[in-house]
C-alpha cells in the first residue's frame, strides 16, 4: 500500500494566487481528513468527509478555503484568493470507518505564500 | 465540542531519564485516546492508543494510563533514547465516530 498521497510537497507562490492542494486516501478507507499544522496553532482540523459527503467543516478560516470529494480516491483543498497567513504545512489523512479511529497521514504541502 | 489540553509544550530530558507527558478532556463521552509522535519534517503517526476501558498499557519503553474520572491521560516514555526526539500529540475522540481532537504537542528533546 502506496499509503497516503499528496501533492505537491511544496508550494510557493504570490498573495492573491488560487492553490489547490491535492490528495489520494489509502484505498478502502472511507474518511478523510484535511489538517493544518503551524507553530502557533498546532494541528488543525479543517474539514473532514465520510463517504465523501463533508460532515464537519467548522475549522474551515473562511470562504476562501474550500474543499471537495469528487469521489472516494481523491479530494481537493482549494484557498482562493491565498495570504501569506496560509502558510503552513497542510496534512491530508485518512481513516477507515469502524476501525479503531486510527488515521494514517500523508507526508504533507508545505504551502508559503509570498 | 471536545477540547484537549496538554503539558508541557516542550520538555528536555537527559538521555536515560523518564518523560511524562498530560493531556485532559472535555467531553465525557470520549473513549479513545490516541497518541501520535511527529519526527522533524515527517507526518504525525500513531504510537500507543488507550481505551477507556482500561487503566493503563504499555508497550516497551512507552505507556500510557487513562483516568476517566478525572479526564485525565498521560504519555510516559522510560529511558529515553535521543530517537524519542519529535513532537508528541494526544487525542481524543468516541470510538466509531471519526473525529479525532488534538492537543497542541509537546516538543521533547533528549539530551544525548
Known amino acids: 500500500d502506496a499509503g497516503v498521497i499528496q501533492s505537491p510537497r511544496h508550494e510557493v507562490t504570490e498573495m492573491g494566487q488560487e492553490v489547490t492542494l491535492r490528495c489520494k486516501p489509502i484505498?478502502?478507507?472511507?474518511?478523510l481528513f484535511w489538517y493544518r499544522q503551524t507553530m502557533m496553532r498546532g494541528l488543525e482540523l479543517l474539514i473532514y468527509?465520510?463517504?465523501?459527503?463533508?460532515?464537519?467543516d467548522s475549522g474551515m478560516p473562511e470562504d476562501r478555503f474550500s474543499a471537495k470529494m469528487p469521489n472516494a480516491s481523491f479530494s481537493t483543498l482549494k484557498i482562493q484568493p491565498s495570504e501569506p497567513r496560509d502558510s503552513a504545512v497542510y496534512f491530508c489523512?485518512?481513516?477507515?470507518?469502524?476501525?479503531?479511529?486510527?488515521?494514517?497521514f500523508g507526508p504533507g504541502t508545505r504551502l508559503t505564500v509570498l | 465540542g471536545e477540547n484537549v489540553e496538554q503539558h508541557p509544550s516542550t520538555l528536555s530530558v537527559q538521555e536515560g531519564d523518564s518523560a511524562v507527558i498530560k493531556c485532559t478532556y472535555s467531553?465525557?463521552?470520549?473513549?479513545?485516546f490516541p497518541w501520535y509522535k511527529q519526527e522533524l519534517g515527517k507526518r504525525p503517526q500513531l504510537i500507543i492508543d488507550?481505551?477507556?476501558?482500561?487503566g493503563e498499557k504499555k508497550d516497551q519503553r512507552i505507556a500510557v494510563t487513562l483516568n476517566k474520572t478525572a479526564k485525565h491521560f498521560s504519555l510516559h516514555i522510560t529511558e529515553t533514547q535521543p530517537e524519542d526526539s519529535a513532537v508528541y500529540f494526544c487525542?481524543?475522540?468516541?470510538?466509531?465516530?471519526?473525529?479525532?481532537?488534538f492537543g497542541i504537542g509537546t516538543k521533547l528533546q533528549v539530551i544525548p
Open positions: 487525542a481524543a475522540s468516541v470510538s466509531g465516530y471519526q473525529k479525532v481532537t
Open positions: 484505498s478502502g478507507h472511507n474518511s
Open positions: 467531553d465525557s463521552a470520549s473513549n479513545y
Open positions: 488507550i481505551r477507556s476501558n482500561v
Open positions: 468527509f465520510n463517504n465523501n459527503v463533508p460532515i464537519d
Open positions: 489523512a485518512s481513516s477507515r470507518q469502524g476501525s479503531d479511529n486510527e488515521q494514517f
